[in-house]
């Protein structure tokens, strides 16, 4: 037996379907089944919109808690500083190898 709270809202459901002219049990099984069946493309949809979203809003730019321009910001103007550095890096790669032989 259904009591409290839910009788209560199945009661106002029924009152509600009566009072707009549904009166058949089978016509308000029908109403709730399209209503509910509504109600679940509108969640699919919002749910297929918020999965749809800028990538900008899904993606934060490296460094940009450094520099507000990211990476870019970070070393323009220091072409000479990182070309330097791949350079040394490039010079330890056959030492490396020979160590390592």
């Known amino acids: 037996m259904i009591t ?3 009788k209560s809202q199945i009661d106002r459901v029924w009152d ?3 009072s ?3 009166s058949n049990p089978l016509s308000v099984i029908e109403q709730l089944t399209y209503l509910l069946f509504i ?3 509108d969640e699919l949809q ?3 919109e918020a999965k ?5 809003t ?3 730019a490296p460094f940009i808690d450094i520099h507000a321009g990211g990476p870019d910001g970070l070393f323009a103007g220091k072409e000479t500083l990182i070309a330097g ?3 040394a890096i490039a010079e330890t790669q056959p030492v490396a190898r020979s160590s390592a032989g």
Do not use: N
Not at 52 to 56: F, I, N, R, T, V
């Open 4 to 6: 409290g709270a839910i």
């Open 16 to 18: 509600t379907m009566w």
């Open 20 to 22: 707009g002219g549904i």
């Open 39 to 41: 109600k679940r493309l």
């Open 46 to 48: 919002t749910l297929k």
């Open 52 to 56: 749809a979203a800028e990538p900008g």
């Open 58 to 60: 899904l993606y934060e």
């Open 85 to 87: 550095i791949f350079a």
